[in-house]
């Protein structure tokens, strides 16, 4: 007798493969619809959110002939503290003082008064000429509240935060081979199907941050409403019993006139625990009821801070120490360095750019991938590709163009009003100029006006030829950058050239 043949094994479909195939149709018409809906504020809230990783760097460029500091010694802080005081004119409510750090080796003071203004400090406490922030203010608040009333906006860009997670999610189950392909790209071909495989390639291959920076960024900017919520549900409607969990009672209020706060009794009593302090905030500094809080971080912890706040006297009235946090607080503590990558020096913020940058295409690519579905479908939609192009490369340009406003007049509102012309002109431009047009005008503009803003940032920031390292890196990576967006029209120049040489051959 001969032997039966051995059944052919069945291939096991994995649990994505299992999902209905009407339940896929319905999240990818989610996923679309949820995408254009949202596409152009997430692509300006993760392409301003990958520049704003750098923030302290941008910092450290614009203050590049300011004084370089290590360390700062109590006294020099308290000269320094006075004097800005002094400097801010009148109705100060609170001095912000950010101590020098290896990200960021200033002695910063910001003065909250009539007139907010910042202040530089040398080694000495004394007050430098003054220093304005322009372009690291414009791209940071881009990012956090989009120049919007700081309420509205931090809650708008909470939402894009939860618009872009479920775009995520949606977008992992409207693909059910979407891991089991995770290498194949298809190059080479149609154009289209080259783009849906690197999108979808890029979401998956960096699917851990993607969801950790959306699920941060919603948690940060929808923090007013939970808080909200939590005082409605705990505490009779009463939010500040729930800010009190997580921050120190404010001190009494007493308005009688004083002299300045004295900050080097309080800096005396900080325990000697090898931690480092990096920030101070006072708040009514010339009355009797001013109080200092004092953070100071711990060594090896993301969230490890520890928080001394002083009353007038230099008696100490709150301690918090990171070391008592429980897992909850620690969480809460660490995810605004989390969420924006400062927390392991220089190469976890090359790391975050890089991935912001793929997060910032994944907005860009799925508009792009509608749009050529449409096209081949032949229901094309010429205005809306040009409306998309203006707005994909209108932005850098924008970007671009606030840099050198923003270097040239030291002013914030100055880089808002630049970047917002340049996004019109790219608008009106499409009008008249096809997308592939618009995107190489882009691309031109971008890299002129960032070579612009170096050769600007040279021209009026006085001796650089002593100044921090970081400004020469800083303009060596745009001026770097502004080549590479320039070579393809340089590629594309030479091209009829290299043809007419050929037939002529």
């Not at 008592?324 to 220089?346: K, P, S, T, Y």
């Not at 671009?400 to 996004?423: K, R």
Request: with cysteine.
């Amino acid at each position: 007798m001969t032997a039966a043949p051995a059944p052919k094994p069945t291939k096991k479909k994995d649990l994505m493969g299992r999902i209905p195939a009407g339940f896929v149709r319905a999240v990818l018409r989610g996923h679309s619809s949820l995408g254009l809906a949202f596409a152009a504020l997430i692509y300006l809230i993760c392409l301003s959110g990958s520049i704003a990783v750098f923030a302290h760097e941008f910092q450290r460029w614009e203050s590049a002939a300011g004084p370089h500091l290590a360390t700062a010694s109590p006294d020099a802080v308290q000269t320094a503290f006075a004097g800005a005081i002094a400097a801010g004119g009148p109705g100060v409510e609170h001095v912000y003082i950010t101590l020098p750090s290896p990200d960021f080796p200033r002695l910063l003071l910001h003065v909250d008064a009539d007139t907010d203004r910042e202040f530089l400090a040398d080694a000495a406490g004394k007050i430098a000429a003054g220093q304005d922030f322009a372009w690291t203010e414009f791209i940071t608040r881009l990012h956090i509240n989009l120049h919007l009333p700081i309420t509205w906006g931090v809650f708008l860009v909470g939402l894009i935060g939860v618009a872009l997670l479920s775009s995520l999610v949606s977008g992992i189950l409207a693909h059910p081979r979407i891991f089991r392909d995770a290498f194949h790209l298809r190059l080479g071909g149609s154009k289209r199907l080259q783009e849906a495989d690197l999108h979808n390639r890029l979401g998956v291959w960096a699917l851990p941050f993607h969801i950790i920076i959306s699920l941060t960024g919603a948690f940060l900017g929808l923090t007013t409403i939970i808080v909200g919520v939590l005082g409605m549900a705990m505490f009779n409607g009463d939010a500040n019993k729930v800010y009190a969990l997580f921050f120190p009672p404010p001190p009494v209020d007493d308005p009688r006139p004083a002299p300045v706060l004295d900050l080097k009794p309080m800096f005396a009593k900080l325990p000697q625990d090898g931690g480092r302090i990096t920030y101070i905030f006072t708040e009514h500094p010339t009355e009797q009821g001013g109080a200092a809080l004092f953070n100071v971080k711990q060594p090896d912890r993301m969230a490890g801070t520890d928080s001394y706040a002083f009353r007038r006297d230099a008696s100490l009235y709150n301690v918090q120490k990171a070391a008592d946090n429980n897992l909850g607080e620690d969480l809460l503590g660490g995810m605004g360095q989390l969420h924006f990558g400062w927390f392991g020096g220089g190469i976890v913020k090359i790391i975050y750019f890089a991935l912001g940058l793929g997060l910032t295409y994944l907005a860009a690519s799925g508009v792009n991938i509608w749009l050529a579905r449409r096209r081949d479908r032949g229901r094309p939609a010429p205005r809306w590709e040009r409306a998309w192009a203006a707005t994909v490369w209108g932005q850098p340009a924008g970007f671009a163009a606030a840099t050198v406003a923003a270097i040239a007049t030291a002013s914030a509102p100055a880089a808002i009003g630049t970047w917002l012309a340049v996004s019109l002109l790219f608008f009106a431009a499409a009008i008249r100029l096809a997308a592939p047009s618009l995107a190489r005008v882009g691309r031109i503009a971008t890299a002129t006006l960032t070579l612009l803003a170096v050769a600007v940032h040279l021209a009026l920031r006085e001796g650089l030829a002593a100044a921090d390292p970081m400004a020469w890196i800083v303009n060596l990576v745009l001026v770097a950058g502004s080549v590479l967006l320039l070579v393809p029209s340089l590629r594309a120049r030479s091209r009829p050239a290299e043809s007419t040489a050929a037939a002529t051959i």
